[in-house]
């Protein structure tokens, strides 16, 4: 275990209820790092149907209940995605973490921005509903290993236009930060991790947790590093549970629920 204690961690894009999400390995980067804050960057669900949750999705959510406990002390935040959107309240009193549409804060003498991403990709704020439905049929093709020339053009295709979102993604965000006087700013919504430094303005993309690259962010006083998860052994071969009809597994932790003043944080 790494007892470095970092100042910030930012994870991003894990689907939950995604048949891709990678819920598990998310967990371990957690209990595995040191962190005073923790920023939770949009998109940690799918969509609103929580029959689709596995009983690792389940143990994420758990844990970043237990990690919202003020016992210790470390600040969670939940910036809204897209895929998160109407998800607000449900979340503060299920998980007792806040929710934001943006999150600043200062740190090292910077002014620190971090933003889901989605409002600098013009399609998706006029299209919801569609880029919603092209989301979800993209991570179902890439879970599916083809042998179809057709699909495999399909989805490369699909790949072109998620790079494409990436550069749009990340120059809407450095002018954001220009405009709101930020040295830095931070965004999911691509599934890309990404560092672009312009104009004295660094912008980085925490990546996702639905594809062969798993990613997260950290911050500290040697400055910000993109982090990718290695797989362990032991987890490896380890199948995830599928989706079973029973209380979410941290229901049956009474010291988890031992805090119910600390529900409602939202306003
Ligand atoms: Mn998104």
């Not at 450095?174 to 040295?183: E, G, I, S, V």
């Not at 987890?235 to 932790?253: C, G, R, S, T």
Request: glycine content about 6%; hydrophobic content about 35%.
């Amino acid at each position: 275990m790494d007892p470095h204690v970092y100042n910030t961690l930012i994870l991003s894009d894990l689907h939950l209820g995604a048949e891709t999400s990678r819920a598990r390995e998310a967990t371990r980067v957690l209990k595995d790092n040191r962190f005073e804050r923790l920023i939770l960057l949009g998109d940690i669900f799918a969509d609103l149907n929580f029959a689709r949750l596995t009983k690792d999705h389940w143990k994420f959510l758990g844990y970043i209940r237990k990690l919202s406990n003020p016992k210790r002390k470390i600040e969670v935040v939940w910036v809204e995605g897209n895929h998160d959107h109407g998800l607000t309240n449900i979340m503060s009193h299920l998980v007792g973490v806040r929710v934001y549409q943006e999150y600043e804060w200062q740190y090292n003498g910077l002014r620190h921005v971090a933003i889901h991403g989605h409002q600098f990709d013009g399609f998706q704020v006029s299209n919801l509903r569609l880029s919603t439905v092209g989301t979800s049929l993209y991570l179902f093709l890439q879970k599916l290993d083809f042998k179809s020339k057709p699909i495999v053009r399909l989805i490369d295709r699909l790949n072109t236009n998620w790079l494409r979102m990436s550069s749009k993604v990340s120059s809407g965000a450095l002018q954001y930060a220009r405009q709101h006087t930020a040295d830095r700013v931070f965004c999911g919504h691509t599934h890309e991790a990404l560092h672009v430094r312009q104009d004295g303005i660094d912008y980085y993309n925490s990546g996702g947790w639905v594809d062969s690259r798993l990613t997260y962010i950290t911050i500290d006083e040697q400055g910000v590093v993109i982090h990718e998860y290695q797989d362990r052994a032991e987890d490896a071969v380890v199948n995830q549970d599928q989706a079973e009809i029973e209380l979410p597994d941290f229901a049956d932790e009474p010291e988890i629920f031992e805090h119910a003043q600390y529900d409602k944080v939202a306003d």
